[in-house]
């Protein structure tokens, strides 16, 4: 440290206003003594019951990297969203875990199975095509990607824009099978109407280029004249994660009609995140949440469990954080299936209730933490509801451990594939998103290299 910020910090570490304003500042501390005791009492003690686990993996993470085209020109960039999904063996994993040391070869085999979704879109600066700007070059290269993204390149209903007119499919408006967007990007009107079609679509106010990507309103988050438009890159890789399930779970049932519900009781997918959708794009997580429902109505009257979907908190989570802070103090076993009341008063410290339920326009899926052999996880299962209409009743609902008939299952799971790397991650995961870390690898000098080659 050079002497000039020595000299900066001890000239702040003095001045009477901080002290002051800090002294006045409240904070979170570590709990203990009879605040210990009363977060104890809200955690049930949970043995695993030992049944057969799913013997396929899905695992769903991403990443962004925003490559710059020039040197000299910083603010001129194109950005990189990837979406990995990996399909393994729960026997190959087990198999790979319990030796001492990795086998490579072992290794390679087992993460073999898995797809890379690459989309590659205008950040600052790019015009793409025919367009007039970066935000209509990024609208354009995101339709086109949903578009020409099929599991049958011959078959369009197997498209990503068809899962996108599905899951719309599910919002309480009479749509007809349209997409109808909350305004026209480029004029303003309002509710404006999309047709599932693969023809050039125009508003009829102002005449100018529509798309169905429009309703995810990310091109909202796009600044024109910024330097860097990362924000938006990681906005779209959460959003597009949770779309992919959708698109994954249509296209089970789609392709399997008579026999995807015995399918899927042999699957188990995880996504590296929470169950929930932030931003413009939050209302998808209605959609999901319905259409989770749906399927597992058909999959109770089968006499199975529901479907096994866990979001896997980060590390950097506010949830993962407090589970650190409280680990010592529970038993092993224990779990807690997190109510509005107990987030709160002890974990989003100082924060009023919202007077509504936790994560009502964002969230699909319920939080839990559970301590195992000195390990807390972190994790959310698909709410079992389809509505939270009724507000104060979903509240209560939502947070009935014993409803959630995948949780003995999530906690099996959970247990059998702890990861040796993160205490707070499993195997699969860990293994998934090795593929997806653009911007921490050295790979992301190529993606640079291959933007400033490519463009004239």
């Given at each position: 440290m050079s002497s000039e910020s020595k000299i900066a910090h001890i000239d702040i570490a003095k001045n009477p206003n901080v002290k002051e304003f800090l002294e006045c500042?409240?904070?979170?501390?570590?709990?203990?003594?009879?605040?210990?005791?009363?977060?104890?009492?809200?955690?049930?003690?949970?043995?695993?019951?030992?049944?057969?686990?799913?013997?396929?993996?899905?695992t769903i993470a991403s990443s962004s990297y925003e490559a710059s085209?020039?040197?000299?020109?910083?603010?001129?960039?194109?950005?990189?969203?990837?979406?990995?999904?990996?399909?393994?063996?729960?026997?190959?994993?087990?198999?790979?875990?319990?030796?001492?040391?990795?086998?490579?070869f072992k290794l390679a085999k087992i993460t073999d199975e898995n797809e890379s979704l690459v989309f590659v879109l205008p950040s600052c600066n790019i015009k793409y095509k025919d367009t007039k700007n970066t935000s209509e070059?990024?609208?354009?290269?995101?339709?086109?990607?949903?578009?020409?993204?099929?599991?049958?390149?011959?078959?369009?209903?197997?498209?990503?824009?068809?899962?996108l007119f599905w899951l719309f499919s599910y919002r309480k408006i009479n749509n007809d099978g349209k997409i109808i967007l909350h305004k026209c990007?480029?004029?303003?009107?309002?509710?404006?109407?999309?047709?599932?079609?693969?023809?050039?679509?125009?508003?009829?106010?102002?005449?100018?280029?529509?798309?169905?990507?429009?309703?995810?309103?990310?091109?909202?988050?796009?600044?024109?004249?910024?330097?860097?438009?990362?924000?938006?890159?990681?906005?779209?890789?959460?959003?597009?994660?949770?779309?992919?399930?959708?698109?994954?779970?249509?296209?089970?049932?789609?392709?399997?009609?008579?026999?995807?519900?015995?399918m899927l009781k042999n699957v188990g997918i995880i996504i590296d995140g929470p169950l929930m959708i932030a931003g413009t794009a939050a209302w998808v997580h209605k959609s999901l949440m319905k259409a989770i429902f749906e399927i597992n109505v058909e999959m109770r009257k089968k006499g199975y469990n529901?479907?096994?979907?866990?979001?896997?908190?980060?590390?950097?989570?506010?949830?993962?954080?407090?589970?650190?802070?409280?680990?010592?103090?529970?038993?092993?076993?224990?779990?807690?299936?997190?109510?509005?009341?107990?987030?709160?008063?002890?974990?989003?410290?100082?924060?009023?209730?919202?007077?509504?339920?936790?994560?009502?326009?964002?969230?699909?899926?319920q939080d839990f933490l559970w301590k195992h052999n000195n390990n807390v996880f972190s994790f959310n299962l698909p709410y079992y509801l389809d509505t939270k209409?009724?507000?104060?009743?979903?509240?209560?609902?939502?947070?009935?451990?014993?409803?959630?008939?995948?949780?003995?299952?999530?906690?099996l799971l959970l247990s059998e594939l702890k990861s040796d790397i993160s205490n707070t991650s499993i195997i699969p995961l860990v293994l998934s998103k090795s593929y997806t870390m653009i911007s921490m690898e050295p790979g992301s000098k190529v993606l640079d290299l291959l933007s400033k080659n490519n463009i004239i």
């Open positions: 500042c409240t904070f979170m501390r570590e709990p203990n003594g009879e605040e210990i005791d009363e977060i104890i009492n809200n955690f049930e003690i949970l043995n695993i019951r030992e049944e057969k686990l799913p013997d396929n993996l899905i085209i020039r040197d000299n020109i910083p603010f001129t960039n194109i950005g990189y969203v990837k979406l990995v999904t990996s399909l393994l063996k729960y026997n190959d994993i087990k198999d790979v875990s319990k030796d001492k040391f990795i086998d490579p070059s990024f609208r354009l290269a995101l339709d086109e990607f949903f578009e020409n993204f099929r599991d049958d390149i011959n078959d369009r209903k197997t498209s990503l824009k068809e899962t990007p480029t004029c303003g009107h309002e509710n404006i109407t999309v047709q599932n079609i693969e023809e050039n679509q125009f508003c009829p106010y102002c005449e100018n280029r529509i798309f169905a990507t429009d309703r995810l309103r990310l091109y909202e988050e796009l600044d024109e004249y910024a330097i860097s438009n990362k924000g938006v890159l990681g906005r779209f890789e959460k959003v597009i994660k949770h779309i992919y399930l959708g698109h994954l779970l249509r296209m089970i049932k789609v392709k399997n009609k008579n026999t995807y519900l015995q529901d479907l096994l979907i866990i979001g896997l908190l980060k590390e950097s989570s506010i949830i993962t954080n407090y589970a650190q802070l409280i680990s010592q103090h529970l038993e092993n076993n224990s779990l807690l299936c997190i109510s509005d009341d107990f987030r709160e008063k002890y974990i989003t410290f100082n924060k009023e209730s919202s007077g509504t339920t936790f994560g009502n326009e964002t969230y699909y899926g209409e009724n507000v104060e009743k979903f509240k209560i609902d939502k947070c009935n451990y014993l409803m959630y008939n995948n949780l003995n299952i999530a906690l």
